[in-house]
Every structure is written in structure tokens, then in C-alpha cells.
């Protein structure tokens, strides 16, 4: 898991599914799940799984923007509160990613491209969408 510090004291650590169950969760105030699948964390503080495929609807799951705002949301009020949250996704490098930039764009007011740059510097084999960058750019706009 991969930490970035915000300017609204709160932290957020991006990874996969793998590193999750790997992490102590007991650090976390508040993990978020952006996966089509929810993980067991029963010892955290708050749970929040939102079951989002990455970008697409099909056979193994369903996305709407709706989806994504809802989980960037949780983020960054997450963030805005000072707790350290974890999000990720099956393998860490699109949903989470774009999940993280939304929210790091909102609480510290920062374009598009310069929170893709900072999440990209902690997390360098991230591989956002373009329906996932799409929506994380308009929600860091709207």
C-alpha cells in the first residue's frame, strides 16, 4: 500500500485487494472497497464497499458514474475529517486510482493532471480507464 498525506490531515493508502488483506486493517479508520467482490474487515472502524466493476457493466459486475461519485465521496470526506483511509480494488491500478485522484483533487483543490501526478508518485503502475479518468477529472471540476 502506497501513502499519501493530504492537506486535510487525512491519509490514504492505495493497493490491491492482495495488500489489503495483507495490511493491518486495525490502522485504518476507514477502508472503501471499489471492487466487485467485498473484503472481511471486521476490524476497522468503517467499511464501505461499493460494487463497482472497472468501468464497465457485464456478466462480472455493474458501473455508473453514480458509483463512483458515491465512492469518491467517502473518501473525501474521509480525508477531510483526518482519517487515514485505505481504498482499493481487485489489483490496484484503475479503480482505486481514479477513486483516490477524485478525492485528493477535491480536499486539496488541485487540477486533474496535478493529483494524477501525486497519486502517480506513490503509486507508479497505476492504469486508470479512460471512463475512470474521465469521471475522476469531472468530479475534481464540478
Known amino acids: 500500500m502506497q501513502r499519501i498525506r493530504t492537506s486535510a490531515k487525512g491519509t490514504i493508502d492505495i493497493g490491491s485487494r492482495e495488500d ?3 495490511a493491518t486493517t486495525e490502522s485504518y479508520d476507514v477502508v472503501v472497497t471499489v471492487d466487485i467482490e467485498p473484503i472481511d474487515a ?5 467499511y464501505h464497499w461499493v460494487n463497482m466493476s472497472d468501468g464497465y457493466s457485464g456478466d462480472r459486475g455493474h458501473y455508473t458514474r453514480a458509483m ?5 465521496d467517502v473518501v ?3 480525508l477531510r475529517a483526518g482519517y487515514h483511509v485505505a481504498i482499493h480494488c481487485y489489483v490496484g491500478r484503475s479503480r482505486s486510482v481514479a477513486v483516490a485522484i477524485a478525492a485528493i483533487g477535491r480536499v486539496q483543490h488541485l487540477s486533474f493532471e496535478q493529483a494524477r501526478n501525486l497519486v502517480r508518485e506513490q503509486r507508479p503502475q497505476s492504469q486508470m480507464k479512460p471512463l475512470l479518468a474521465q469521471h475522476a477529472r469531472a468530479y475534481i471540476e464540478r
Open 20 to 22: 489489503i488483506h495483507a
Open 42 to 46: 471486521r476490524p476497522i472502524r468503517a
Open 68 to 72: 463512483f461519485d458515491q465512492a469518491a
Open 76 to 78: 473525501a470526506n474521509a
